[in-house]
């Protein structure tokens, strides 16, 4: 199905080439000024320099095509105005509209044609490292991870989620290091005593006196040599690895279950090793990577760039591999197994230097074709109130089960201050916290651009007005509070998940709604494919919080302003209830894109 943005596209395109001017100026994009049109263009005055006339003389001749143009023996627009000093501002006509917002409702993808799919794409999220909790910095990776792997599968695309584990560096050297002086290195331990021994051990290994001078300096040496000994291969360190790499997934596991965020592969850094040899191999015989101080580097500098780069190392002096070397193995190993179209990474926006090299050398080596897409996004911190990365009121890291749960309580304190809840054992009242929460935590998170630092505030985030996700839920549980009065009354079998009513009947149909808020909540239903496609094409998960944010307003303006159950006219009536279903079924689309559900009620 052509989303309506693409059909004025090609009804403008059209009459600039009728007015006798290059077509291409015709792009149409969603009014900034929404009191003035729906949609607009700009093309006059691309044009005027080119054509030498006033880009309102341009205009003029364009909207003349416009008016009273018509598709399949329908008017497309109400007015094609023109602004000074060339702006064309066009607004649908309704009964256009109402009929496309039909095909949208009759259709299960809800008009989604999925133009942008076909592709296999890999997003490499999460980023977690073994042996250690997660903690409020690896909110961002998983919860844009999982939005962006959403979006992709909602494109139509084959997409592999993969959590990229940091399970094969230093960090695993020092857990070795540590169990062996506390002769452990043969017993069993849990995670709890995981999270005692990594932290105990980075310190005795990073620990300086006054002078600066390492304290531990054997230890630290130790730390670096089982290190070593794991990459080839030791057996006993090999087999304490495979120990904290089982007790540690588990853990994992439990905690991101609690996000919603899953993965399709739990990949870490060790399953490209063999790939490590062979690629150093294959980088000195393409004459890439050179020695330099006893490490080998590959040069990434190229013409044009803006500031010095630095080469990308692939093996230190000691002979041990980096994040870059894992890194492209895993490229080798991706474009075996899978031969993607397109890699999505996801990483901490002070990463950038590091997807810039190793970016470059997968090019320069021919380990991904030339069409293939590399695409890092980098995200910003989450901040305390103080601009500060987000810590606790003892200045440590936070862990993400304890953020969870603050969120879940403070949500559980709101709950108790309506009067709806009453109804609600404890049980639902708990399932809907954690719903609300996630809902809360995801929407707080994803509504700012992702390489934006931003504030996290647990009482904005939880609020049930504004900008935030539990007005989000609670607006769509209005609608299916409505939904569901409805078909009570009328005696309309419900579905068993949130209140879904098939209003698919001919007397059902939407038709153009005379109040101003509805007729707006029309408008922006009729935007969905553009604003997910959008959202899509820019990796920006923000564009789509905007857009349910927008249709959420719109419709309780139009709740307020008009009585829907209780109108007379059946038919009128009828198309509230068809074009609150409607709304009801994209926001469900949406929030799944975003990672979070809608309870039953609130």
């Known amino acids: 199905m052509t989303t309506i943005q693409n059909m004025i596209t090609d009804a403008v395109k059209t009459a600039f080439l009728l007015a006798g001017y290059d077509q291409e100026l015709g792009k149409v994009s969603v009014s900034n000024r929404p009191d003035l049109c729906e949609y607009q263009c700009n093309g006059a005055m691309a044009g005027a320099k080119r054509y030498k006339k006033r880009p309102v003389e341009i205009a003029e001749s ?49 008009g989604l044609d999925e133009e942008c799919g076909g592709k296999t794409v890999i997003v490499d999220y999460g980023g977690a490292n073994v042996a250690k909790p997660l903690h409020v910095g690896h909110l961002r990776s998983a919860v844009i991870g999982e939005c962006i792997k959403r979006m992709s599968v909602k494109m139509g695309n084959k997409t592999v989620g993969d959590v990229h584990l940091g399970d094969w560096g230093l960090q695993m050297g020092l857990i070795i290091a540590e169990l062996k002086e506390r002769g452990r290195l043969s017993e069993a331990f849990t995670i709890s005593e995981l999270e005692e021994i990594y932290p105990a051990a980075s310190f005795k290994a990073h620990e300086k006196d006054e002078k600066g001078d ?16 794991l990459q080839e291969g030791n057996p006993e360190y090999r087999a304490v690895w495979e120990r904290i790499m089982k007790v540690s997934v588990q853990d994992l596991k439990k905690n991101y279950d609690a996000l919603d ?26 004459g890439l990577a050179y020695e330099s101080d006893g490490a080998l580097v590959v040069n990434i500098a190229e013409p044009g760039d803006s500031r010095e780069l630095p080469p990308c190392m692939i093996r230190k002096s000691d002979g041990a591999a980096l994040y870059a070397t ?40 021919a380990y991904v074709r030339p069409e293939t897409e590399l695409v890092y996004i980098g995200f910003g911190t989450m901040n305390g109130k103080d601009g500060k990365p987000f810590k606790t009121r003892e200045g440590g890291i936070l862990r993400l089960e304890t953020l969870i749960g603050d969120i879940n309580r403070k949500v559980m304190e709101r709950m108790s201050e309506s009067d709806n809840t009453d109804a609600m054992d404890m049980k639902e009242k708990e399932g809907n916290a954690r719903l ?25 985030f939880t609020a049930f007005e504004g900008n935030t996700g539990p007005y989000i839920l609670y607006t769509m549980v209005r609608i299916s509070s409505i939904l569901r009065k409805y078909a009570e009354k009328n005696n309309i079998a419900m579905e068993e998940t949130a209140s879904f009513i098939e209003l698919h009947r001919m007397d059902y149909r939407i038709l153009p709604i005379e109040d101003t808020n509805g007729y707006a909540l029309q408008g922006l239903l009729g935007r969905y494919q553009d604003e997910l496609k959008n959202a899509w094409k820019e990796l920006a998960p923000h564009k789509l919080c905007g857009y349910i944010y927008e249709i959420s307003n719109a419709f309780n303006s139009f709740y307020h302003s008009v009585k829907i159950l209780s109108e007379e006219d059946g038919e009128t009536r009828n198309s509230y209830l068809a074009t609150l279903m409607l709304a009801w079924k994209i926001l469900n689309e949406c929030i799944w894109v975003l990672g979070f559900a809608a309870p039953e009620r609130m």
Request: with cysteine; proline share 4%; glycine share 6%.
């Open 436 to 460: 609300i929460g996630l809902a809360a935590l995801k929407y707080g998170d994803l509504s700012n651009q992702a390489s934006k630092d931003y504030v996290f505030d647990i009482d904005k």
């Open 62 to 110: 364009v909207a003349a095509e416009l008016r009273g143009v018509k598709m399949d023996g329908m008017e497309m627009f109400s007015s094609a105005e023109v602004c000074p000093p060339g702006f064309l501002n066009l607004k649908l006509h309704p009964l256009f509209l109402s009929r496309y917002l039909n095909h949208m409702r009759v259709d299960k993808a809800l």
């Open 326 to 365: 894992s890194d492209l193995g895993t490229i080798l190993e991706r474009e075996k197994l899978y031969h993607p179209d397109k890699y999505i990474y996801i990483a901490d926006s002070r990463q950038s230097l590091h997807y810039t090299q190793f970016f470059r050398v997968a090019r320069k080596a």
């Open 214 to 229: 390492l304290k531990n300096p054997s230890f630290a040496l130790a730390a670096h040599e089982a290190t070593r000994q």
């Open 261 to 286: 965020v899953h993965f399709d592969l739990w990949k870490g850094e060790s399953d490209v090793q063999p790939y490590i040899p062979g690629l150093i191999e294959d980088l000195r015989e393409k």
